[in-house]
């Protein structure tokens, strides 16, 4: 039975063999780096159309919404430098001035950051908002359409 | 009141834990009867103690007792009462209560299933059961009290993210929970094996049903919590590869690779480590993936605060590998195998092989997602891989799995003849290849879609003949009619059928996964109201914006025409969810669900004077199959599980006459 051993050795390391080269040609082609605003400002020259991932907190009063062109741009900042943002569509739910987000996307050498996908981040940990809205506040809002209709 | 009763009940369970610990091991050592009662004894007061437990926090949340500081963050006096009970799995400390509730269940199931039968095994099962519990109620005791207070006590709650105000809150986690503590059952008798020496097929034979149930539940919850996504987030898709999507997906990895592994071990009682190492692989998993998901190590979007329960969850990692490893070495010299594989052509090979591709892709997952810790604790540099790797690997391996499931079955025990191999393969293999050549004419061109295509009609094609040819065979022979024969041979052999059905499930959401990914169509528009978007063969015409206030929030819609090849549609209405003390809007989808494709619409912006609205539509193609193959899976391993006298029962009062 020793032959047969062999062919069962042989076969498994094959299979093996190729888990880790499909594991390396997956991972050296969706590597993406994480950088700062500030680490970004640092090596802008370096990473011109490399895939990279750049986290930070929305600027206030940064976001722009160009709803012909369907044109977002914002700027993320660590709090020493900002980096702008131009991202094709809408952002996602939780996305939103003062909160932490993360782009991904690549860098375009005219000055800003090409994005292909924004994830908002959200911490669960809580904190109670100063003037609490209430749901008369937020009908306030939405006063010109706010029609007594069912869905 | 609540709070000092409860954390008093958490602090008794744990000492009548520890005490049902110690009086197994101690009465089996001693072969003491009356102690081995007690300890049984034990694991049924620490069930009725947690129950009392989780009674009191579900008191405190429908009654909206906000000096609970548990209750005042996941509860608020506003919400439906089944949001409210729902809040006991809306965050961290009342997720381990419940964990440690259905661990307590299970326990207690055990012994009473078990109470004079397998007296070898038995202590040493409760034992480690109960230790895994002393761990949950430790944590609560000494981590994340359940039942803390708050000062002071706030007019009224946060209640829980409107996310998860769903009715799919009510059903994904349990069915997740269900399935992880399930696992915990086929461990504990897989070390009480290892601990009392009797290491033959027993512990299998015994967990067979355990193991194949806590799959099922797993294997739902992970279908449900993809429904969910799709149906509620409003980005089209229902995985994202998130860590705690993986967190769950690699322990159903090492679990199905342990149900088959097992089947070589009943038949040719070999691989008896490997069955072992598997089986504590899919325990640990289990633990990893929950401190992966609630230390916040990863800074998921899932992740919740730090705190000390990373800590103690890695600790109980590493003992639950420690012990059960430091187990199987122990005992490696009675873990030899008496069999011998003789082909690399037969059954065994291909249920081999099987085991090795569940187990890359299990490897790759966890490569994956722990990818940015490695690559920061090994290069000092923040780099991640995102959905490209894990749809890369994952999809030739995948594609593996999906012929090995057309191969395993069918082929030989030992060695496989090469008649055996005609007989079973040629026709699938043929009905494969004209369906790939039916699917080239209707215009699939995509080199990887097409091999897909391949590896699925073969799979489908073995199973159906498989079927096929023993419902004609058992017809012709027993002179039954083919339904006839068809369901009897369904209740003779339920376990071969049964997984034959899941093997189907499984292919038909393979197919519904590789066509939605491939051939998914995106558009977002903005659109003055009467302009419309063209989508495939839809035009979605936007017809003004309406809002409407609900019980909790503020509603507010696009009335959208549809029409299709010219000929109307009907009206779709998606919108955005305005809550108060929430400070963005939740989307609130709205699609027509077909079996071969979904239209599906997302309403991103608007402007507040209602005049225009961006719209993103998109055309997801039998993304339908991936649901449909989730039941189609529930109905296999219903056939497999099912007890044997029932179905005898059914079989018999259907056919009077051969009674």
């Known amino acids: 039975m ?24 997956g991972v050296r082609d969706s590597m993406v780096y994480f950088y700062t605003p500030s680490e970004l400002a640092e090596k802008r020259d370096q990473v011109a159309g490399k895939a990279l991932r750049v986290g930070g907190m929305v600027v206030n009063g940064s976001i722009q919404w160009d709803p012909q062109a369907l044109l977002l741009s914002f700027q993320l900042t660590d709090g020493q430098h900002a980096v702008a943002v131009r991202h094709r569509g809408t952002a996602p739910d939780l996305f939103k ?55 | ?15 009548v834990t520890l005490y049902a610990v110690a009086a197994a091991i101690g009465g089996a050592r001693t072969n003491r009867e009356d102690w081995l009662a007690s300890s049984r004894n034990a694991v049924l007061v620490h069930f009725c103690l947690v129950t009392l437990a989780i009674f009191l926090l579900e008191y405190a949340l429908v009654t909206s007792d906000f000096s609970l500081r548990y209750v005042a963050n996941n509860s608020t006096r506003g919400s439906l009462t089944r949001y409210k009970i729902a809040g006991l799995w809306g965050s961290l400390e009342g997720s381990i209560l419940l964990w440690e509730w259905l661990q307590a269940l299970f326990a207690a199931l055990v012994v009473a299933r078990y109470n004079d039968r397998h007296r070898e095994l038995m202590p040493y099962v409760q034992a480690v059961l109960q230790g895994i519990s002393v761990f949950f109620l430790a944590l609560m005791a000494f981590g994340v009290n359940p039942f803390a ?19 799919d809150m009510l059903i994904h986690p349990l069915l997740l929970y269900l399935g992880y503590v399930g696992f915990s059952v086929p461990f504990a008798f897989a070390m ?50 998130d860590p705690v999507e993986n967190a769950s997906f690699m322990p159903w990895l090492t679990g199905t690779a342990f149900i088959h592994s097992v089947m070589i071990q009943e038949r040719k009682r070999m691989l008896k480590v490997w069955n072992l190492i598997l089986v504590t692989l899919t325990f640990s998993l289990v633990i990893f993936g929950t401190f992966l998901t609630r230390s916040g190590i990863l800074g998921s979007v899932h992740a919740f605060a730090d705190g000390p329960v990373g800590a103690m969850f890695l600790g109980f990692l590493a003992l639950v590998l420690l012990f059960s490893f430091g187990l199987i070495a122990y005992r490696s010299d009675r873990l030899k195998g008496r069999g011998e594989l003789d082909s690399v052509v037969s059954r065994e090979s291909a249920f081999l092989l099987n085991n090795l591709v569940l187990v890359g892709i299990c490897f790759t997952v966890f490569l994956g997602t722990l990818f940015p810790l490695l ?66 004419v209707l215009g699939v061109r995509d080199t990887q879609a097409l091999l897909a295509f391949l590896c699925c009609f073969f799979a489908l094609g073995a199973i159906v003949f498989e079927f096929a040819v023993a419902t004609r065979t058992r017809a012709r022979t027993t002179g039954e009619s083919l339904l006839g024969a068809f369901l009897t041979l369904l209740l003779r052999s339920r376990r071969r059928y049964g997984g034959l059905i ?57 009335n959208l025409a549809v029409s299709k090849d010219g000929a109307p549609f009907g009206e779709l209405t998606p919108g955005q969810r305005f809550y ?76 009077p006459q051969e009674a």
């Open chain 1, 2 to 25: 020793k032959g047969g051993r062999v062919k069962f050795l042989v076969g498994g390391l094959i299979v093996a063999a190729a888990l880790a080269g499909l594991v390396y040609s």
């Open chain 1, 97 to 151: 001035e003062g909160a932490g987000a993360v782009v991904e996307g690549t860098w375009n050498p005219e000055g800003y950051l090409r994005s292909s996908t924004i994830m908002a981040k959200h911490s669960e940990e809580y904190k109670p908002p100063t003037h609490p809205e209430t749901l008369e506040s937020k009908k306030a809002v939405f006063k010109s359409i706010l029609k007594e209709e069912k869905k």
């Open chain 2, 1 to 15: 009141m609540i709070s000092t009763l409860g954390g008093f009940t958490i602090f008794l369970a744990l000492g």
């Open chain 2, 149 to 167: 207070r708050v000062f002071p006590i706030p007019p009224d709650g946060r209640g829980l993210n409107p996310l998860l105000e769903v009715t």
């Open chain 2, 192 to 241: 009480a094996a290892l601990i009392s020496g009797r290491l033959s097929e027993e512990w299998l034979t015994i967990t067979r049903r355990w193991t194949v149930v806590a799959w099922l539940f797993l294997t739902g919850g992970i279908f449900y919590g993809g429904w969910w996504s799709y149906r509620t987030l409003g980005w089209g898709g229902y995985w994202a590869w």
């Open chain 2, 375 to 440: 690559a920061e604790a090994l290069r000092g540099t923040k780099i991640s891989v995102g959905t490209p790797y894990f749809n890369r690997v994952s999809g030739p391996l995948g594609m593996a799995l999906v012929l090995l499931m057309g191969i395993g079955p069918l082929i030989a025990w030992g060695r496989a003849s090469l008649d055996n191999l005609r007989r079973n393969f040629l026709k699938p293999l043929l009905a494969a290849v004209a369906g790939v050549a039916l699917v080239y």
């Open chain 2, 502 to 558: 899941v093997h189907l499930g499984v292919v038909v959401a393979i197919i519904g996964i590789a066509v939605s990914s491939v051939y998914k169509v995106e558009h977002e528009q903005t659109l003055k109201a009467g302009e419309s978007l063209g989508i495939g063969r839809y035009s979605v015409r936007f017809d003004g914006l309406a809002a409407g206030e609900r019980p909790t929030h503020i509603l507010v819609w696009a």
């Open chain 2, 580 to 655: 108060p003390n929430q400070q963005t809007p939740f989307a609130s989808v709205d699609a027509r669900y077909r079996w071969n494709e979904d239209l599906y619409v997302v309403l991103s912006a608007f402007e507040r004077d209602g005049k225009s609205a961006t719209i993103k539509a998109m055309i997801n193609p039998m993304i339908s199959w991936i649901w449909i193959g989730g039941v189609i899976i529930l109905l296999g391993v219903i056939v497999a599980v099912l007890p044997e006298r029932r179905l005898a029962m059914l079989a018999l009062r259907s056919r």
